[in-house]
């Protein structure tokens, strides 16, 4: 770590400032987009908006080989550019490429890009490798600098979970939940860690809490038929992931790879439902 790299995560209240601005360069939105094609009309070397382009033709419109278009040529324009290293290894995640992902996050964090966004895009590019105690290091240096961080909790919980941690992840999974309060994502991970370890009463608990008062629109369809894979009640799972589908939910990009949905594998409604989002081998 260079010396100039702490300056980027302390104090907490600059780090927070920073992780907001590159979130909101990560909307998917319709607005973003076309706020995106405007600036490369006026400018076509700006390579903040081909990233800004890239990750919403990524995640909003599902063409990953658009997004990987319009994300190269940002790192053409600018290879120190560390918000395009990272969202070049968000597509090589979701397709399976797991070795170029943790390489790109590698050079996002030469470019001393902040911990916050590093630890997290690189702990799930080691999750989905199946690297789970290199994916419980990056979550744990999250908590390590924010202990009430629930997003940090949640995976955490979750990568325990599919370590065979099992008394680690339900310590985790209920920190989750006092921290989620209602929040619904939150739970429905919970649930997801819970079924994998066999606490499945709990796991069927908060299901049931949810598909009780879910609506069409109500963007949590994909984690619904996540606890369900766990569950390995693939009929659910599937029926679940059709509304994820018809609703375009944005997590759907990384259904090929997490690891949540791996007892679905040897159904051929996995494959065909990895063909119709698009994702690439």
Same mark, same amino acid.
């Given at each position: 770590?260079?010396?100039?790299?702490?300056?980027?995560?302390?104090?907490?209240?600059?780090?927070?400032?920073?992780?907001?601005?590159?979130?909101? #360069?990560?909307?998917?939105?319709? #607005?973003?987009?076309?706020?995106?094609?405007?600036?490369?009309?006026?400018?076509?070397?700006?390579?903040?908006?081909?990233?800004?382009?890239?990750?919403? !033709?990524?995640?909003?419109?599902?063409?990953?080989?658009?997004?990987? =278009?319009?994300?190269?040529?940002?790192?053409? @324009?600018?290879?120190?550019?560390?918000?395009?290293?990272?969202?070049?290894?968000?597509?090589?995640?979701?397709?399976?490429?797991?070795?170029?992902?943790?390489?790109?996050?590698? =050079?996002?964090?030469?470019l001393e890009a902040p911990l916050?966004?590093?630890?997290?895009?690189?702990?799930?590019?080691?999750?989905?490798? =199946?690297?789970?105690?290199?994916?419980?290091?990056?979550?744990?240096?999250? +908590?390590?600098?924010?202990?009430?961080?629930?997003?940090?909790?949640? !995976?955490?919980?979750?990568?325990?979970?599919?370590?065979?941690?099992?008394?680690?992840?339900?310590?985790?999974?209920?920190?989750?939940?006092?921290?989620?309060?209602?929040?619904?994502?939150? #739970?429905?991970?919970?649930?997801?860690?819970?079924?994998?370890?066999?606490?499945?009463?709990?796991?069927?608990?908060?299901?049931?809490?949810?598909?009780?008062?879910?609506?069409?629109?109500?963007?949590?369809?994909?984690?619904?038929?996540?606890?369900?894979?766990? !569950?390995?009640?693939?009929?659910?799972?599937?029926?679940? @992931?059709?509304?994820?589908?018809?609703?375009?939910?944005?997590?759907?990009?990384?259904?090929?790879?997490?690891?949540?949905?791996?007892? +679905?594998?040897?159904?051929?409604?996995f494959v065909e439902l990895v063909?119709?989002?698009?994702?690439?081998?």
């Amino acid at each position: 770590m260079r010396a100039g790299r702490a300056s980027l995560i302390r104090p907490a209240s600059r780090g927070l400032a920073v992780q907001k601005r590159a979130a909101e #360069r990560f909307s998917a939105s319709p #607005r973003a987009r076309a706020a995106a094609k405007k600036a490369l009309e006026l400018d076509d070397t700006l390579a903040e908006a081909h990233f800004s382009l890239g990750m919403v !033709l990524l995640r909003q419109n599902w063409d990953f080989s658009g997004a990987e =278009r319009e994300l190269r040529r940002s790192l053409e @324009l600018n290879p120190d550019y560390w918000l395009g290293h990272i969202g070049l290894s968000q597509l090589k995640r979701y397709s399976g490429r797991f070795d170029e992902a943790i390489a790109a996050m590698k =050079r996002a964090i030469d470019l001393e890009a902040p911990l916050g966004v590093v630890a997290t895009i690189l702990g799930l590019a080691y999750h989905c490798a =199946r690297r789970f105690d290199s994916a419980i290091e990056q979550f744990r240096k999250i +908590l390590d600098a924010d202990p009430g961080n629930v997003g940090a909790h949640i !995976l955490l919980a979750e990568s325990y979970a599919c370590a065979g941690q099992l008394e680690k992840a339900i310590e985790e999974c209920e920190r989750s939940l006092a921290l989620a309060g209602s929040m619904t994502i939150f #739970r429905l991970h919970a649930a997801a860690s819970y079924a994998k370890i066999g606490k499945t009463e709990e796991a069927r608990q908060i299901l049931r809490e949810v598909e009780s008062t879910w609506k069409p629109g109500d963007p949590v369809a994909y984690f619904i038929g996540a606890v369900h894979a766990r !569950l390995l009640e693939k009929d659910a799972a599937f029926e679940w @992931l059709e509304k994820a589908f018809q609703q375009h939910e944005i997590l759907l990009v990384e259904f090929k790879v997490y690891p949540m949905f791996d007892g +679905l594998h040897d159904d051929p409604r996995f494959v065909e439902l990895v063909k119709r989002i698009g994702i690439p081998d």
